[in-house]
């Protein structure tokens, strides 16, 4: 099985940069993912993660520990529209892809 | 616009009665996933088809079947439904098999209403 873990809430401020973490166990590995989701509707792609490292695509990066079970996704110049739920995925051997519970973030102005 | 399709978008019922839920994955996709979203909850595994054949289940309940058709299209198929049943269901379809990424696409959803 597997077990995702991400925080439930955070906040921040317009312009800033925040961080969102995801420790995740599972049988096998084949990819971490990130998904953005906007209440009510559905989750787009953000970011794929399968060896080690940073990947960087506009103001949205995601990180890769293997070794520790970990990623962020790091959010920089925040704008009001990226108030949304971050969703933390992990591809097992299977290729099944099994979501954390998601992080909602609330941009401030 | 992802390209996968669902229907109905939204759908009332009773409990008790049976649904069935539509999707159409985009062009070329071999592998279609269905996923539930309640309330306040992420989004949970229900079952994986790859070119017709099941290839992983989740934790989708004895009363919820599915199937996917030649043409790759797919059907969901919710029975004696309970008022716990009401959520969002998605489906998501991606090329399939070891692709680069395998990034899911996902349709608009079918929201279900049990009263």
């Known amino acids: 099985g597997q077990n995702i873990d991400q925080p439930t809430e955070m906040t921040a401020t317009e312009g800033a940069i925040v961080q969102i973490n995801c420790t995740y166990q599972t049988s096998g590995f084949n990819g971490l993912f990130w998904y953005q989701q906007h209440a009510g509707e559905a989750p787009t792609f953000l970011s794929y993660n399968v060896l080690d490292g940073l990947e960087e695509k506009g103001r949205f990066s995601s990180f890769l520990s293997r070794s520790k079970g970990y990623s962020y996704l790091l959010l920089k110049e925040l704008q009001m529209k990226d108030s949304a739920s971050y969703l933390c995925a992990v591809r097992d051997g299977d290729y099944k892809l099994s979501f954390g519970a998601g992080t909602t973030v609330t941009v401030r102005a | 616009d992802s390209g996968v399709t669902q229907t109905p978008k939204h759908l009332i019922t009773a409990t008790g009665q049976r649904v069935t839920l539509r999707c159409s994955p985009r062009?070329?996709?071999?592998?279609v996933y269905w996923y539930q979203q309640s309330l306040d909850q992420g989004l949970q595994f229900l079952i994986h088809y790859y070119n017709g054949e099941e290839r992983a289940k989740g934790n989708i309940l004895e009363r919820f079947s599915a199937q996917q058709f030649p043409d790759l299209h797919s059907e969901l198929n919710l029975s004696s439904l309970e008022l716990g049943d009401s959520a969002l269901y998605f489906c998501?379809?991606?090329?399939?098999?070891?692709?680069?990424?395998?990034?899911?696409?996902f349709g608009e959803g079918s929201r279900l209403t049990v009263l």
């Open positions: 998501a379809s991606s090329v399939g098999g070891r692709t680069l990424t395998g990034e899911l696409f």
């Open positions: 062009s070329g996709d071999l592998s």
